[in-house]
């Protein structure tokens, strides 16, 4: 079975994109990390944004505790890392787990795993473990692995009760990957607003009313002297997967942070219909959404979250 990979591309709408399952060549691997588009079987058509098809049978107890059960003997990890955008040095990898029927809505509390050398299977990294995640009713679980790399090459993360076959991703130069990282002053942009949008309509996609995340835009924010938390994503493409949980989740975090920390949003369309990207996906140089950038009060990115996330990894880097 291919590994699905689940993530979503400003470019259309509820897309699935997915790495090669491991073959006995590198370079097959190496040739199609970084490509455009691959085919899941029919069951793991699960879009992105969507996140409709799954297998409520889960596999966790009454209470979502793991308990004495083992992870599905055909269990696959669905990978939510974006697989062109790993650079050397901390790696976070986030997955859900899977099946053929669909993607589990339930499973334990915790995974446990290491990372391998790819080619050889030689245990680089050990004890690496990652908690359940949700963003709310409906939505599915995933669980965030970080570790770290520092050379570029090829590895696998090999999940203690999971697959035998390694799940493979690849770590790349620093200097192919031109999206802004940790550790990078965060570009400026003048986002659209609610007194300006620019040439962006809606200027939120959020249903039924915009987000509060447009008073002011990103290049203000940055001057203002207070932590940045800075999304693009697309609300109404994505209501029930990522970009609608995530965003609702950000909303309540800004509450409970008051005006301490500036939040600010742009859609990934400049158009109800989503036919045209938003001046603001192409400034930051995407071809992925949902993604987070969280900075620190001068600016400097401090974290960078792609994919999927919940308001805790937002909070945990603010702190």
């Known amino acids: ?20 399952p ?5 370079r097959d691997l190496l040739r199609t990390a970084g490509t455009a588009a691959f085919a899941l079987p029919t069951a793991l058509l699960i ?9 409520d049978s889960g596999n966790g107890t009454a209470d979502g505790t793991n308990g004495d059960a083992t992870l599905p003997d055909d269990v696959v990890l669905a990978t939510r890392w974006v697989p062109t955008e790993l650079a050397p040095g901390l790696q976070r990898l986030p997955v859900s787990l899977a099946t053929a029927a669909g993607l589990l809505a339930e499973g334990p509390t915790r995974l446990t795993g290491k990372v391998v050398d790819y080619d050889t299977g030689e245990v680089l990294v050990d004890d690496l473990f990652a908690d359940r995640r949700t963003l709310g009713d409906g939505t599915i679980p995933f669980y965030v692995f970080r570790t770290a790399l520092t050379t570029a090459g090829v590895y696998g993360l090999v999940v203690d009760g999971g697959p035998s076959e390694p799940t493979a991703f690849q770590v790349r130069p620093a200097d192919e990957l031109p999206v802004a990282r940790v550790g990078e002053s965060l570009p400026g942009f003048d986002t659209p607003t609610t007194d300006d949008p620019r040439g962006v309509d809606p200027i939120c996609s959020r249903e039924p009313e915009p987000c509060p995340f447009h008073a002011v835009t ?24 990522v970009c609608g949980p995530v965003l609702e989740q950000m ?18 369309y400049a158009d109800d219909a989503a036919t045209v990207v938003a001046p603001a996906v192409e400034a930051a140089m995407l071809t992925f959404e949902p993604v987070v950038w969280i900075t620190d009060s001068t600016g400097t990115i401090v974290e960078r979250l792609d994919a999927v996330w919940d308001a805790n990894e937002i909070r945990e880097a603010l702190s």
């Not at 924010?221 to 940045?228: H, I, R, S």
Request: proline share 5%.
């Open 1 to 20: 079975m291919s590994q699905p990979v689940i993530w979503c591309t400003p470019m259309r709408a509820n897309s699935v994109r997915s790495v090669t």
């Open 22 to 26: 491991r073959s006995t060549s590198r």
């Open 47 to 55: 879009a992105a944004c969507g996140g409709d098809s799954t297998n």
């Open 218 to 241: 990103l290049t203000e924010a940055l001057t203002l002297g207070k932590p940045v938390v800075y999304v693009v994503g697309t609300p109404a493409h994505c209501q029930t997967g």
């Open 251 to 268: 909303i309540a975090l800004s509450d409970e942070l008051g005006d301490s920390v500036l939040f600010v949003h742009a859609d990934v």
